[in-house]
């Protein structure tokens, strides 16, 4: 019984070593190519963490937000940026938990997010600003324009989320998959099984694209880097989106927003009429826009045909 029971701890010892050493090779080579440089922009030293951002251009501030996702990064609006600067000032930021910022091991929260947003704009922009996002990034930017409408002039929101999926709640269930994701060498393994080469491309094809064939292999490589900056530590991000911590109720928010609001939807996205309607219901205010020919970003797969609707709203 005792030989049996040294021969699982060694056998357990050994595959958490190996299983280290895989953690770390995918660490070291995933980030090999340096697409995300930091070379071209600043830090801002927020009180969880340092936040990478970039600054262009002159006119009326816009802040641009990425979706939150551990593998995104303000890359997302490489083509957006300086086509944008020639009438604006233009502000991007990697999400804290993406990118070239840093990834604390805590729970990443919707609060979170509006408190980064607010205080970037109070102590980095310096007045109020327009804001531009994305995807599941659209609900902290609501919360943030509802709760200090003063630093916000307008808000234009590109694939908002479904209304129905942020009302999701964290479970017991949600909670222990956040655990194991969370484990040190076991869950991070995890997380670069799910965020693999293969992984992050197999996304983005089927989520992102409307044409695949269109989608740059730079384009898959930097979102694969921004994944794995920091060691993997996006895996924290990753644990808390999964069990809804960053899910937050926006109907009470957009019903109270004075500020203009308006969504630009992708005709590709089958959900998109759905979600501009039960966004309106809230807030018959808001204007809309749909993008031809692209299905969740825009600003990667059709650029001019989103910055033609941007520069329309920005007025």
Not at 225 to 247: C, P, Q
Not at 301 to 313: A, M, N, R
Request: glycine share 4%; proline share 3%; hydrophobic share 35%.
């Amino acid at each position: 019984m005792k030989k049996h029971v040294r021969n699982f701890l060694i056998l357990t010892a050994l595959t958490t070593v190996a299983i280290h050493l895989v953690n770390k090779m995918i660490s070291v080579s995933s980030v090999v190519k340096n697409l995300l440089r930091t070379d071209h922009g600043s830090f801002y030293d927020w009180k969880y963490g340092k936040i990478f951002y970039s600054k262009s251009g002159k006119g009326s501030p816009v802040l641009l937000i990425h979706d939150l996702n551990p593998a995104s990064s303000s890359q997302e609006w490489e083509r957006i940026y300086k086509p944008l600067s020639k009438k604006h000032t233009v502000y991007t930021l990697d999400l804290l938990g993406c990118g070239r910022s840093d990834k604390p091991n805590l729970t990443y929260t919707n609060y979170l997010y509006v408190q980064l947003i607010t205080d970037f704009i109070k102590t980095v922009i310096g007045q109020k600003a327009s804001l531009i996002a994305t995807g599941s990034s659209c609900s902290f930017a609501v919360m943030a324009c509802n709760m200090e409408a003063e630093q916000f002039d307008r808000l234009i929101l590109v694939n908002p989320e479904d209304l129905e999926e942020l009302v999701k709640m964290p479970s017991k269930k949600k909670n222990a998959l956040k655990f194991l994701i969370d484990m040190p060498v076991f869950g991070t393994f995890l997380y670069n099984l799910l965020y693999s080469g293969k992984a992050v491309e197999r996304r983005m094809k089927e989520k992102y694209y409307s044409e695949d064939q269109l989608l740059p292999d730079a384009t898959v490589d930097a979102y694969y880097e921004s994944a794995h900056l920091g060691n993997s530590s996006g895996k924290y991000l990753f644990s808390s989106i999964v069990s809804s911590y960053t899910n937050i109720n926006v109907v009470h928010a957009l019903e109270k927003i004075k500020n203009p609001m308006y969504i630009i939807c992708s005709k590709e996205n089958d959900m998109a009429t759905d979600i501009i309607n039960s966004y309106r219901n809230y807030n018959d205010s808001i204007q809309s826009a749909c993008v031809e020919h692209s299905k969740y970003l825009p600003q990667l797969e059709v650029p001019e045909k989103l910055l033609e609707y941007v520069e329309t709203f920005l007025g």
